[in-house]
């Protein structure tokens, strides 16, 4: 059974920074993308940021670019965002996600965690 857990989720003042994890299990994600998401309320789920699960291939939101990292540790088959110079726009439920094709579009993605929520108060 495939999971993926996000944690890391928190309130958090403007400016300051946050790293989410994304735990993945339950198969071989070597040839899938990973990618971050988020959703605020009252808004549709938008693309964040996503990377090759074998290396390569980040790219991200203009809205976070030069703000957010994305990463992973294969050995502990593990997905990371790190959010810095975070804003109050930044306020939103965080999904992790993973697929067979690399894109920024939420539809191929066919595994998706619970999310997280992060609140940034200003």
């Known amino acids: 059974q495939v999971q993926l857990v996000e944690s890391g989720g928190r309130l958090v003042q403007a400016g300051g920074s946050l790293r989410l994890s994304c735990a993945a299990s339950?198969?071989?994600?070597?040839?899938?993308?990973m990618g971050w998401f988020r959703q605020a309320p009252g808004k549709e789920r938008e693309f964040v940021a996503r990377?090759?699960?074998?290396?390569?291939?980040?790219y991200y939101a203009d809205s976070v670019k030069g703000r957010f990292t994305i990463s992973r540790d294969n050995a502990k088959n593990t997905v990371y965002l790190q959010m810095n110079s975070l804003k109050p726009e930044d306020t939103a439920v965080y999904y992790c996600?993973?697929?067979?094709?690399?894109?920024?579009?939420?539809?191929?993605?066919?595994?998706w965690g619970q999310g997280t929520q992060v609140t940034v108060s200003s």
């Open positions: 996600a993973a697929g067979g094709v690399v894109t920024s579009s939420p539809g191929p993605y066919t595994y």
């Open positions: 339950g198969r071989t994600f070597s040839n899938y993308a």
């Open positions: 990377i090759r699960w074998s290396g390569g291939s980040e």
